[in-house]
Every structure is written in C-alpha cells, then in structure tokens.
T-cell receptor, first 117, second 108 residues
Framework: GAVVSQHPSRVICKSGTSVKIECRSLDFQATTMFWYRQFPKKSLMLMATSNEGSKATYEQGVEKDKFLINHASLTLSTLTVTSAHPEDSSFYIC?????????????FGQGTRLTVV | KNQVEQSPQSLIILEGKNCTLQCNYTVSPFSNLRWYKQDTGRGPVSLTIMTFSENTKSNGRYTATLDADTKQSSLHITASQLSDSASYICVVSVHMRFGAGTRLTVKP
C-alpha cells in the first residue's frame, strides 16, 4: 500500500520553542492531508484539514496561530507547534489522501511523539 | 455530541473466539466508512473501506458490515489471535471523523 512518512518520530523540546513535524506521501500525490492529535488511550482528534496550495481548515477550538500548517506541495505538509508548552505534549499523526478525493484511501504516518519540558 | 459512537469501549476475549465491534454515526454528508486498527504508539492501519452502496466487505478474518439506512456499521473478527489486540477505530468521511475506538485485548 501507499506510504506516508512522518518525521520526526519523537521529539523533546523546551517550553517556548517551536517544533516542526513533516508529513510526506512517498509514492502518491496527496491533495488533502489531515492532522490529528491523540491523547493516551483516546482516539484521534482531527485538528485541521489542508488542501495543497490553500489555507488549512481548522477544527473548532484549535488555534491556527499555535498550530501552523503548510501544504506547499502534493507530497509534503508540515505542522509547526509554535511556542510549545507542556500541555502541547501529545502524539501527533498525519494522514494523506490521494487525487481521487473522498473516494481515495487515506494513509497514516507513523506518528510523532512530542514532549515539551 | 460525538458524531461517531463506538461500542464497547473495551473488550477482552480469549484467543480463537470471535467478536463484533459496533459503530453508529450521525455524520453527514456520508461518502464512505472505514475501519482502522491502531497499535499503541503507531499510526492507524486501514482494514476496510465501504461506500454507501456496500453492505459488507471482508479482509481476511475481518468482516465489516454497513447499514446506511440506520447509520450503523460493525466489524466482526473471526478466530481472534493475540496480534489482534489493538484499538479498532471507525472513521466516517467526508471529514474523516473518528470514533473513540474499541480497545480489544485477546488473551491466551
């Protein structure tokens, strides 16, 4: 199946710094990418949906200035957690969907474990 | 209220037994419904994807059903194995909304 690579898999950063997480579709073009956050023993919570070349659509309650999303190409989307705080510590997962839109399969990255100290 | 409700929240079964997980949704519009398996600390892996017109779809020991009229889906796991222990998540498109998942534990 298609591969979505997420990097880094783990990151530890100091409070107040920014962290960038990359999501790449390795063997297909992803017109839409989704970013999720997952707390321990909880399901994934959709943070935002991004379409290549346009601004991301954020879910209610998600601060767009806090979680900057860039989807500059059909194979790469980035999530930047700005001025990170300990409460931002979480498991972040991206998902990419192909050119067939909603009929396409959505593939997930391996996830990024962010710890803010 | 979550637009995708899954039950049970957790389930423990013995190896070799069958089990059925439920998913009820109110998400609209609807294009397809997906079941994923997620191991702890990993990204979800797709098991099945079903469109509005499909009633059932199988993938090995996994069989998903869909009733678009009642907005209910189920995932049946046959002859469970220890490696089936994971969270099983129902996702309803278009907006890729996730259910809370069912945590399945298979014991020897």
């Amino acid at each position: 199946g298609a591969v979505v690579s997420q990097h880094p898999s783990r990151v530890i950063c100091k409070s107040g710094t920014s962290v960038k997480i990359e999501c790449r579709s390795l063997d297909f073009q992803a017109t839409t990418m989704f970013w999720y956050r997952q707390f321990p023993k909880k399901s994934l919570m959709l943070m935002a949906t991004s379409n290549e070349g346009s601004k991301a659509t954020y879910e209610q309650g998600v601060e767009k200035d806090k979680f900057l999303i860039n989807h500059a190409s059909l194979t790469l989307s980035t999530l930047t957690v700005t001025s990170a705080h300990p409460e931002d510590s979480s498991f972040y997962i991206c998902s990419a969907r192909g050119l067939l839109g909603v009929s396409s399969e959505a593939f997930f990255g391996q996830g990024t474990r962010l710890t803010v100290v | 209220k979550n637009q995708v409700e899954q039950s049970p929240q957790s389930l423990i079964i013995l190896e070799g037994k069958n089990c059925t997980l439920q998913c009820n949704y109110t998400v609209s519009p609807f294009s397809n419904l997906r079941w994923y398996k997620q191991d702890t600390g990993r990204g979800p892996v797709s098991l099945t994807i079903m469109t509005f017109s499909e009633n059932t779809k199988s993938n090995g020991r996994y069989t998903a059903t869909l009733d678009a009229d009642t907005k209910q889906s189920s995932l049946h796991i046959t002859a469970s194995q220890l490696s089936d222990s994971a969270s099983y998540i129902c996702v309803v498109s278009v907006h890729m909304r996730f259910g809370a998942g069912t945590r399945l534990t298979v014991k020897p």
